[in-house]
């Protein structure tokens, strides 16, 4: 039979048709039957398949919003209902209410008694008016991490408390979820993974750091030995997890390991620079190169303070505030100055003394020395390192003299700078002395003004 835009078009008569014998027929009746244009056969199927297409977006479409309307649904209580879920929940309450009444006073009052406790028994720290003193030590006491601990708990079952609440709110409002898996052994057994992980990690640094008298950053082999420890800690703790949740790790590795020949060259490229970032950063922290709030200079020129040394990256603040990630790999490869661990620093000038005082070099010479002397206490002048001024060599258009000294002032900080400019200032001094110049041909091709001396 026709289709119905066949049929649409046959009634208006606007379609040419043709008849033929059907060779189905049987017994008396029209025996020929419509022939159509074949372009109306595509047409007619184009247009079934579009309507098809339609229904099943429409389908889809009721489906989804029926699943968003049934999720909807649920929060739409009667007040029959909330009468009910109240009823149960005041029953949890009261069930539990002597418990929940201790773990709030613990939680509020703890820490607050503690600190009463140990005032007392310090009181001669207190009665001094040194109460800076008493918090610091109050802080790092026993007293107080056992308090803290105490208060940790009372948290932590108290959130215990607001996730079965919770849970016991959701089932009442249909969600079967909550009756089906022990969604509130999974969040306690979370909850108490990671509390034990972290108070595993704060004790371990607490050991490392003989009770908070030593900095563990500034110890390159505690630092590294801190987080090795944090590593077994908080992996162990993750393996701990999975076993928890009854997770099957030999069949994930199975399928972890049973990847694809490119998905595994892939993670195995990926894998290398992780590999050797991580290494690059043993080495570094293996062999005390620097440590984090150090300043240091590179090879390339790079100086900075060190902001963050991490297990890839290392991050630099540089005099411009703008903070560079260096990736390790390249710091272990490259020459590094610890700025920070120098003690002493040096100050060379190169002057450039024109030809017409030649012969006032030695006087001059020797009052810079003078000068220098007078002027600079951190001077390092007892033979252990080399105070020189000495005439070098001649120019094209002048004479060189070369000041070379060192102080007891570490680089780069605001008292080599002053010592700098004491440095500057004592030559300048000396040259006027003596009444000597600069080459002027020198300061023409540089674009510094000469100094006039007058």
């Given at each position: 039979p026709p289709s119905a835009p066949?049929?649409?078009?046959?009634?208006?008569?606007?379609?040419?048709?043709?008849?033929?014998?059907?060779?189905?027929?049987?017994?008396?009746?029209d025996t020929r039957s419509i022939v159509l244009p074949a372009p109306l056969h595509a047409t007619g199927a184009a247009v079934a398949g579009t309507?098809?297409?339609?229904?099943?977006?429409?389908?889809?479409?009721?489906?989804?919003?029926?699943?968003?309307?049934?999720?909807?649904?649920?929060?739409?209580?009667?007040?029959?209902?909330?009468?009910?879920?109240?009823?149960?929940?005041?029953?949890?309450?009261?069930?539990?209410?002597?418990?929940?009444?201790?773990?709030?006073?613990?939680?509020?009052?703890?820490?607050?008694?503690?600190?009463?406790?140990?005032?007392?028994?310090?009181?001669?720290m207190l009665a001094s008016g040194d109460t800076e003193k008493f918090e610091t030590q109050f802080e790092r006491s026993k007293t107080n991490r056992t308090a803290q601990l105490a208060q940790e708990v009372a948290f932590l079952l108290?959130?215990?408390?607001?996730?079965?609440?919770?849970?016991?709110?959701?089932?009442?409002?249909?969600?079967?979820?909550?009756?089906?898996?022990?969604?509130?052994?999974?969040?306690?057994?979370l909850v108490a993974s990671w509390w034990g992980a972290r108070n595993m990690s704060e004790f371990k640094d607490f050991v490392l750091s003989r009770g908070n008298r030593i900095d563990i950053n500034k110890s390159a082999g505690r630092r590294l030995a801190s987080r090795f420890l944090d590593i077994l800690i908080y992996?162990?703790?993750?393996?701990?997890?999975?076993?928890?949740?009854?997770?099957?790790?030999?069949?994930?590795?199975?399928?972890?390991?049973?990847?694809?020949?490119?998905?595994?060259?892939?993670?195995?490229?990926?894998?290398?620079?992780?590999?050797?970032?991580?290494?690059?950063?043993?080495?570094?922290?293996?062999?005390?190169?620097?440590?984090?709030?150090?300043?240091?200079?590179?090879?390339?020129g790079t100086q900075g303070t060190v902001q963050k040394l991490g297990w890839l990256n290392t991050h630099l603040r540089r005099g411009d505030e703008l903070v560079v990630r260096i990736p390790n790999t390249q710091i272990s490869g490259t020459r590094?100055?610890?700025?920070?661990?120098?003690?002493?620093?040096?100050?060379?000038?190169?002057?450039a003394i024109s030809y017409d005082h030649v012969d006032q070099l030695p006087e001059l010479i020797e009052d810079i020395k003078t000068e220098i002397r007078k002027s600079c206490p951190a001077l390092i002048d007892d033979g252990s390192r080399s105070f020189q001024v000495f005439f070098t060599e001649?120019?094209?258009?002048?004479?060189?003299?070369?000041?070379?000294?060192?102080?007891?002032?570490?680089?780069?900080?605001?008292?080599?700078?002053?010592?700098?400019?004491?440095?500057?200032?004592?030559?300048?001094?000396?040259?006027?002395?003596n009444n000597v110049n600069f080459s002027y041909v020198n300061f023409l091709q540089s674009g510094i003004p000469m100094m006039d001396n007058n």
């Open positions: 066949s049929r649409i078009l046959l009634s208006q008569g606007r379609l040419p048709i043709t008849t033929q014998p059907n060779p189905n027929s049987r017994g008396g009746g309507a098809a297409a339609k229904r099943g977006a429409v389908v889809k479409n009721s489906f989804v919003k029926g699943k968003l309307t049934l999720f909807l649904s649920k929060f739409i209580i009667s007040p029959r209902k909330a009468v009910h879920i109240a009823h149960r929940l005041s029953l949890v309450i009261k069930k539990d209410f002597l418990d929940l009444v201790l773990i709030v006073a613990v939680y509020q009052f703890v820490l607050p008694l503690a600190k009463k406790f140990y005032a007392r028994r310090h009181a001669d108290g959130l215990l408390y607001g996730f079965e609440i919770g849970l016991v709110l959701l089932d009442e409002l249909g969600f079967e979820f909550v009756r089906e898996y022990p969604v509130y052994q999974w969040i306690s057994g992996g162990g703790t993750t393996l701990v997890i999975f076993d928890f949740l009854s997770i099957q790790t030999g069949f994930a590795l199975r399928s972890f390991f049973g990847l694809s020949s490119v998905g595994t060259l892939v993670f195995s490229l990926a894998s290398k620079e992780l590999v050797s970032e991580f290494l690059a950063s043993l080495a570094i922290q293996g062999t005390n190169m620097y440590s984090e709030g150090e300043r240091i200079l590179l090879s390339d590094v100055a610890n700025i920070s661990r120098s003690r002493l620093s040096t100050v060379k000038q190169t002057l001649y120019k094209e258009y002048s004479v060189e003299v070369v000041v070379s000294a060192h102080f007891r002032t570490k680089p780069f900080c605001d008292a080599f700078w002053e010592v700098k400019q004491e440095v500057l200032l004592a030559i300048r001094r000396a040259m006027k002395k």
